[in-house]
């Protein structure tokens, strides 16, 4: 019987028709396989991904699939992002197997849960060297039946080497390796700055030069790396310019390409294409959220953007105003087609739509010139003046007679610009009598957390109150949804389900309520961070040794190949940079000596992982970033009013890599370490080094380690010390 009706992943509803007998990845179905004596088929994928869909309707709808399966295999769904700790496990098996990865994943597993064979998309007949589906079953069964050793041998192999890390990850050197008289066990401190000049030149030497972007197809956002890279070229380094135009052009060449839908807002998950004309068209909350910080970064980076050009590249470094703009499109696209009622944002858009039963792939996004020129038709008043528009709109977004994204593929001129937005409102309309793809509405706490630290972000440099409105909400609801003590990964329809919260969902968690706290003031929301810094530095550190899963986590949590935190980046920072740079502004604004030795240490093994593998390093290599400019601490004292205010939007204007901000108005005891000893000007104080003809002045406090500089007064003074 097929169990997948009931469950709340819209991805394992997807399949709750399907003559396959599913069950979800529970103990039941792992008890069925061993009653039976029969491998486990186990199916992972995601909501939103196309080759899933094509999978499933070219076999998992089969009757004669169906039969085969249920006849000799217990079948087991899994969403990859409710599961992450399945498919990382899994994944592990699958690339030590096979030599690749990705999804639909199918992997063939002992009833104990060994896996022993495995690959990703298989066809419906042999192709291109590739067996059918029914011929990799058949074969398997075989297998089973007939040479149990042989299966059991290699599951028993494949266990034992997953069972070690690739990488252990460190928070505390080993006791046989501590340096007698090092203070907590830190060793000097590596070369995090020639780390950081080496990954730049290596990313760089990696850029496509007439496209854009870091290497060849399939060109995915580099976003993590871009993370870096916007800290490296506020560094001042002598690799900071590379940085800085690097980091320009690759978002230039994005946000200018059919990757960026041009209509509707939001960044597809890759292009297929190297020079981003033909994208996946799934849209991801964690890449927009990553997106939209990188487009922010850039922002407080533009007295630099001059200089981000390069003679050797055709493509130009985005424009502030073009990075404005879009930003305020990615949040307005959030805000319209991703946000939940009580505030959360789902997790993806479908990259299918479908049609009478039908997947087309990206056909919601895809234009012809005829149905540009009936838009033209609409806002024209005759039809030379409507073949005019449609012809520079067709031209300015290179749409010919046959169905494409838009896809500009560099900035428009200012008279291109001017017969876009004449004609965006009635290509609007037109896409709103589309049939549009389906969304999956799971509240992912990591992904959700992540865009509440870039929605605050945003809203205090381009100055939007409305968009911090919505990080507050979206702030309330994870508090009150995920959280009970303990923090959930996954809710659905305002209701927690699943598994505990992993390390990422902790870390971008705590990294998102401090970077709350610093947009609003509020001081519960630090406190909340600092019960979130407890449970990672109490649950997920035994040893010295930095874990996947908590010790709250699940029986099934502590899966082979999942169990240790792995320090390299994916589509998303790893969880252990978000774990760094949590410790790192935490240490920031409490002065614990304690977190930033852990600092130290999560960032000593850098210049080997950036040496293996500089663009899956750069959410570490961000956080080096930031421990080598302190991070600043900036403490601001005083009472509310335009002088404070003025001070508040110098200080989020300045691009110092993971800088802390502290607010306060001085009254009552202080809410944060940081602030405690400051206090805004009096009137007629001329005690230490502050003027006093200033009436209750507010002070900002520049700060590394606690040890601050003379509090200033002025918005300039300011800007002079944080530079």
């Given at each position: ?24 990845f ?11 004596k ?19 309707g ?20 899994v ?19 096979c030599?690749e ?5 199918s ?47 290699t ?6 080497a ?41 990313m ?17 956002p ?19 310019s ?71 590249s ?80 067709a ?14 593929g ?34 992912v706490?990591?992904w ?20 911090l ?10 508090h ?6 303990q ?124 040496r ?76 230490g ?23 200033v ?11």
């Amino acid at each position: 019987m097929n169990r997948l009706a009931g469950e709340p992943s819209a991805y394992l509803r997807q399949h709750a028709h399907n003559p396959v007998d599913w069950q979800p990845f529970d103990e039941a179905a792992f008890a069925e396989a061993a009653a039976r004596k029969v491998p486990i088929f186990l199916s992972v994928g995601y909501a939103a991904c196309h080759w899933c869909h094509v999978m499933a309707g070219e076999s998992f709808e089969d009757p004669a699939i169906g039969d085969y399966l249920n006849t000799h295999f217990v079948s087991i769904k899994v969403d990859r992002e409710e599961r992450p700790d399945v498919d990382d496990a899994f994944m592990a098996a699958t690339q030590a197997l096979c030599g690749e990865g990705g999804w639909p994943m199918s992997v063939f597993l002992t009833p104990d849960g060994r896996a022993f064979h495995a690959g990703t998309y298989f066809p419906p007949s042999p192709v291109s060297g590739r067996p059918s589906f029914m011929q990799v079953l058949a074969a398997v069964q075989e297998a089973w039946t007939e040479r149990r050793d042989q299966v059991e041998r290699t599951a028993a192999e494949l266990a034992q080497a997953l069972s070690q890390p690739l990488w252990t990850v460190r928070a505390a050197p080993p006791a046989e390796v501590e340096l007698a008289g090092v203070e907590l066990g830190v060793a000097d401190r590596p070369d995090w700055t020639g780390a950081a000049a080496a990954s730049v030149i290596a990313m760089a030497d990696a850029e496509d030069l007439v496209h854009g972007g870091l290497g060849q197809a399939p060109k995915f956002p580099p976003t993590p790396a871009l993370e870096f890279l916007l800290r490296h070229a506020a560094s001042g380094a002598d690799t900071a310019s590379v940085a800085l135009g690097l980091a320009g052009r690759t978002l230039g060449a994005m946000v200018h390409s059919a990757l960026f839908d041009q209509l509707g807002g939001g960044f597809a998950r890759y292009s297929v294409s190297a020079d981003w004309s033909e994208p996946h068209y799934e849209k991801m909350l964690y890449d927009n959220a990553g997106l939209l910080r990188a487009l922010v970064q850039w922002v407080r980076l533009a007295e630099h953007v001059p200089d981000a050009g390069t003679p050797a590249s055709a493509v130009a470094p985005l424009s502030v105003a073009d990075a404005r703009d879009a930003a305020a499109v990615v949040v307005h696209w959030l805000l319209r087609e991703m946000r939940l009622p009580g505030g959360a944002f789902a997790s993806s858009l479908d990259a299918d739509t479908v049609i009478d039963g039908v997947h087309h792939e990206g056909a919601s996004y895809q234009w012809t010139l005829a149905v540009i020129q009936l838009a033209a038709r609409e806002c024209t008043a005759t039809e030379e003046e409507s073949l005019a528009l449609a012809d520079a709109v067709a031209g300015a977004m290179r749409v010919g007679a046959g169905a494409v994204p838009l896809n500009p593929g560099r900035a428009l001129s200012a008279d291109e610009q001017q017969a876009w937005e004449r004609i965006k409102p009635a290509l609007l309309a037109a896409r709103a009598g589309r049939v549009m793809p389906a969304r999956d509405d799971k509240v992912v706490a990591a992904w959700n957390a992540t865009l509440m630290g870039a929605l605050a972000e945003a809203a205090m440099v381009l100055e939007e109150p409305a968009w911090l409105a919505a990080a507050v909400e979206l702030g309330e609801y994870l508090h009150e949804v995920h959280w009970d003590g303990q923090l959930f990964r996954v809710s659905h329809s305002g209701a927690a389900r699943g598994i505990k919260g992993l390390l990422e969902d902790y870390a971008a968690c705590a990294n998102a309520y401090l970077e709350l706290y610093a947009a609003t003031g509020d001081p519960r929301w630090f406190d909340f961070a600092g019960q979130l810094v407890q449970v990672l530095e109490e649950d997920f550190i035994a040893d010295g040794v930095v874990f996947n899963h908590g010790a709250h986590g699940d029986s099934a949590a502590a899966l082979q190949g999942s169990r240790f935190a792995d320090p390299f980046d994916n589509a998303t920072a790893s969880a252990v940079a978000l774990l760094a740079g949590v410790f790192a502004s935490w240490a920031a604004y409490t002065g614990s000596h304690r977190h930033a030795v852990i600092v130290e240490n999560l960032l000593a093994g850098v210049p080997e992982l950036a040496r293996r593998a500089p663009r899956a390093a750069g959410g570490l290599l961000a956080v080096a970033q930031a421990m080598e400019a302190g991070p600043l601490e900036l403490a601001v004292v005083g009472p509310a009013g335009p002088a404070r205010d003025a001070l508040l939007r110098q200080a989020w204007l300045s691009p110092s890599p993971g800088m802390v901000l502290a607010v306060w108005d001085g009254s009552g005891t202080a809410p944060v370490p940081l602030l405690e000893g400051r206090s805004p000007a009096q009137a007629g104080d001329t005690s230490g080094d502050v003027a006093g003809d200033v009436a209750a002045a507010p002070l900002a406090y520049v700060c590394r380690n606690m040890v601050c500089a003379r509090p200033v007064t002025t918005a300039q003074e300011l800007r002079d010390l944080l530079r």
